[in-house]
């Protein structure tokens, strides 16, 4: 029987190729964008999954309120982490990661024997780190691989990059960065074959080494000092709960004081280490996390391409009702059930169904390095050797075939076997209602990601074009990583200031754009720790300001020898209560027990400016003057060239010249600022990349109906041509149904897609507005490309020789 209903089923499909092809093209399209996003989103949700008691691994996260201002942080204060490895039975082992960039070691410039090359991305951490995460290693072993001073775990890209096919396991290198020059034995080499973790470092230095790691293990600081990764690993068992309610009483134990001096409120979270990758939210993350919304969004989406592929095979099946009728009929009446007819058409949905993942697997593979790029992933072909993927294959058939086949099974198998053999072919079930019903559907799906489409790329529109404050233009950027090189900084932004093309040259620890890790409380006299505004700021020398063209809009500018100035902006003035006419010659005082109070004076006000991402508002912001170069690692250089070719060739050769033992490396400061908004061009470029899949899935459906439909009108058509109809009078009379379907989908996805985008747009402190042209504009899209669509199979039919049609009977 089995074998009847596949033979019957084949012979359909063969039979009518253009029906067959286009539900397989649907299917195969649907099932490839379907497979891959399931497979996005379960490589994002297994980030850390693979450590030893995961479940019992927590980060300490940190919440902070000063001064009205709270902040909510993946960091926190050195002492913290070690303090409960000894007040708590519970911790059985803690570890702490501090990144170097933050610090000024942005770049650490590797050298072993002729090789050397800068490697970003290192971190100190502790000797315990390997005992609470689980890397896979290569070379070397887990155990006690950090416990010696300056003692090195390279990642594998940078161990092959540095020693080829050597075994790295003892050798010495050189690492050079603004911490100074140390060597150190590399003990370890890991990959992430074990599986993905948010930890993203390049290299792990022994904590108990010089520099930054003895700054750690000596820092104190209960309150503030917010800035390193710690962790801990519970006992089994044990309640991550009842002990995150210990740590207020345990904060107050070892910080009260010192957060009273600065009048600061800190809470102390356990935060498990498998959410780290999928919750938002936290400011100082070590590498980006996802928003689990997008995840919904994208398995939702994942979903409906299904389903449209699958509403092609139910329209287009139930269009050719006609053209089965009598079959139906004829095999009812040789004694054929309806269970039994339900069972073929069933089988002729499975058929294609399997066909397509047939297909689609293929092309997944081949697409696969297209697709990862798309996503910025690395999802690889080791996850076809995971059962999951099979099981998540077979529901997809199973799901698609029953949601496919099943109302064409019911429609089809309903026909009574007297009527349809006497041409009377109708059923009970109204096929036409229930087929405009899945077109609207479609466009539906398709104006709403359309409509996605185009806020999306309004907003990054807004955020390139918008004036933040400053001017980005003509600005290259130039780091020094190592205490050579800065050294050597003030000789070669001398022989720069020589340069015609250059308008104006400055040093700093920092440029506008990037994260900014130094921030403490001030207050005008009067005042006090407790009710400080914390301003974040920027080192800098008399020229940053002029180079990044920052308005002053009161007082004046940095000069040589304000070594106790500062410029302040707007926002700050206001925090302070005092206006900017009146702010210059003002005295900011500040106070870190056991420090005694120190004091800067405003120089001048600056005009607000969006020095961050437009994702936050414009906060509390200094620029603090210094004259002193060991200070530095940052150099802005402003120029009017417009032969950048020949303007970097010149700074190449000066950089030769005066940095001779460092490779010359710059870049640009709009392309800087552009890359904070990563995450939302990556967004933009996957919904472009499955609206279209959509729309064309769609497109596909929508012209096999146009052609039907054509076809059942044939005969209508001829007579309208001898009767004198036009071309376009007949394109028009057909378009005419799939025209109002479009427009009846306009007005039920504009709500959904103007609701779904305020909350995208919600992240942005600066947003554009949304307006009606947005969703407009989708529908009319939308409307042209069901006309064109619906119009080739239009301009055929009309176009059609009428004799041939007339005389058909």
């Known amino acids: 029987m089995l074998k009847s209903y596949l033979k019957t089923a084949w012979r359909f499909l063969l039979k009518n190729k253009t029906f067959s092809l286009i539900n397989i093209v649907g299917l195969a399209t649907g099932t490839l964008c379907c497979l891959y996003i399931l497979l996005y989103v379960q490589d994002q949700y297994s980030y850390d999954k693979q450590h030893k008691d995961v479940k019992d691994i927590y980060r300490i996260t940190t919440s902070l309120e000063l001064t009205g201002d709270k902040h909510n942080s993946a960091t926190s204060s050195p002492p913290i982490t070690p303090a409960m490895k000894n007040d708590f039975g519970e911790v059985l082992q803690f570890t702490r990661l501090v990144g170097t960039e933050g610090f000024g070691a942005k770049q650490h410039l590797l050298r072993y024997k002729e090789k050397s090359f800068y490697q970003q991305n290192a971190a100190y951490v502790d000797s315990t780190f390997f005992d609470v995460f689980n890397f896979h290693f290569v070379s070397g072993n887990a155990n006690k691989v950090l416990a010696e001073p300056y003692s090195l775990v390279l990642m594998k890209p940078v161990a092959d990059k540095l020693f080829g096919g050597e075994d790295p396991i003892g050798k010495m290198i050189s690492i050079d960065n603004s911490f100074g020059k140390h060597d150190f034995k590399v003990t370890g080499v890991i990959d992430e074959s074990a599986g ?104 939702l989406v994942a979903v409906l391409i299904q389903v449209v592929a699958c509403i092609n095979f139910m329209n287009l099946s139930t269009a050719r009702a006609s053209k089965r009728a009598k079959e139906v009929g004829v095999r009812k009446v040789i004694g054929a059930g309806q269970g039994d007819l339900m069972k073929q058409f069933l089988g002729e949905s499975f058929m294609l169904t399997l066909i397509g993942v047939a297909i689609a697997l293929p092309l997944l593979i081949i697409l696969l390095p297209y697709l990862n790029q798309l996503t910025h992933t690395d999802i690889h072909l ?317 497109c596909l459906g929508l012209f096999g109906l146009a052609a039907f439909s054509a076809e059942q009108r044939s005969k209508e058509i001829g007579v309208r041509k001898v009767l004198g109809a036009s071309v376009t009078g007949i394109v028009q009379l057909l378009s005419k149904d799939f025209v109002q379907l479009v427009l009846i989908a306009l007005v039920i996805a504009t709500p959904i897609a103007w609701w779904g985008m305020s909350k995208w747009l919600q992240a942005f402190e600066y947003r554009v507005t949304i307006s009606w042209w947005m969703f407009a504009l989708a529908g009319v899209l939308a409307l042209i490309i069901a006309l064109l669509t619906v119009s080739t199979q239009a301009i055929k039919a009309a176009r059609m020789n009428p004799v041939k049609s007339l005389k058909a009977e």
């Open 196 to 299: 993905q973790s948010h930890i993203k470092v390049s290299m792990f230095m022994a904590m108990n080494s010089g520099g930054l790691g003895q700054y750690v293990r000596q820092n104190t600081a209960w309150a503030g000092n917010n800035f390193l990764y710690a962790y801990v690993k519970l006992r089994p068992n044990a309640s991550a709960a009842a002990l995150e309610k210990k740590l207020p009483d345990f904060l107050n134990k070892y910080g009260a004081d010192q957060l009273k001096a600065i009048g600061m409120k800190k809470a102390l979270h356990l935060q498990p280490v498998t959410t780290i990758h999928t919750t938002p939210g936290h400011e100082h993350e070590l590498t980006k996390t996802l928003d689990p919304a997008f995840l919904y969004i994208m398995i």
């Open 382 to 698: 080791a996850f076809f050797s995971n059962y999951k993927l099979w099981i998540m294959l077979g529901g997809m058939v199973v799901v698609t075939g029953l949601v496919a086949g099943s109302y064409p099974a019911f429609y089809l198998s309903a026909f009574k076997a007297i009527k349809v053999i006497k041409g009377n072919f109708t059923s009970h079930i109204s096929a036409a209602g229930i087929r405009k019903s899945l077109v609207v559907f479609q466009f539906w799906l398709s104006i709403i990601l359309i409509s996605g489409v185009i806020v999306i790329y309004s907003q990054l529109n807004f955020v390139k074009n918008k004036d933040l404050g400053f001017d980005q233009n003509q600005k290259l950027i130039f780091n020094f990583y190592t205490e050579t090189t800065q050294g050597k900084m003030k000789n070669f932004a001398n022989d720069l200031r020589q340069m015609a093309e250059v308008k104006t040259v400055s040093n700093a620890d920092n440029y506008l754009s990037q994260f900014v890790p130094h921030d403490h409380g001030v207050y005008t006299a009067g005042g006090n720790m407790a009710t400080a505004t914390d301003a974040q700021n920027i080192i800098t020398d008399e020229f940053f300001a002029k180079a990044n063209g920052i308005k002053i809009i009161a007082g004046r500018d940095f000069r040589i020898g304000d070594t106790t100035r500062v410029l302040i902006n707007e926002t700050l003035c206001k925090r302070l209560g005092i206006s900017p006419q009146a702010a210059p010659g003002t005295r900011l005082y500040t106070q870190y027990a056991p420090d005694p109070v120190s004091f800067v004076e405003v120089a001048g006000v600056m005009k607000d400016f969006n020095y961050n991402s437009l994702h936050m508002e414009v906060k509390p912001f200094m620029l603090v003057y210094r004259n002193d170069p060991r200070q530095f690692n940052v150099m802005v250089v402003s120029t009017d060239s417009k032969n950048y070719k020949s303007l970097l060739g010149k700074m190449e050769a000066l950089w030769r010249k005066d940095i001779a033992d460092a490779p010359f490396e710059y870049s640009f400061l709009d392309t800087e600022v552009q890359k904070q908004y990563e995450t939302e061009v990556i967004l933009s470029q996957i919904i472009n990349a499955f609206t279209l899949m959509a729309i064309v899935i769609s």
